[in-house]
């Protein structure tokens, strides 16, 4: 379950409601709703990063560590040289 969409959150505030006890369930559409906009306040305050975000930084990281070795590669190839002189 991801709690970073919106499905994800309503099924965690569902299965929260679910979990209060059967004297309480006859508010259970409020309790629902209080626990979304709990939960909901609580994640704003987070640095979080939805995962979007995530898999384009994680491709970003991944392009980067080629080049790097690449780069590395080629410094190598280049010292090699400089030193067979």
């Known amino acids: 379950m991801s709690i970073s969409d919106a499905r994800g959150l309503d099924d965690l505030a569902r299965r929260l409601a679910d979990a209060v006890p059967d004297s309480l369930r006859g508010v259970g559409r409020d309790i629902e709703a209080n626990f979304k906009a709990v ?28 080049a790097l070795d690449a780069l590395e590669a080629r410094l190598k190839e280049l010292e090699a040289k400089l030193g067979a002189r």
């Open 39 to 66: 939960l909901q306040s609580y994640l704003s305050r987070l640095d979080l990063v939805n995962r979007k975000e995530f898999d384009v930084q994680a491709a970003l990281l991944a392009r980067t560590r080629t």
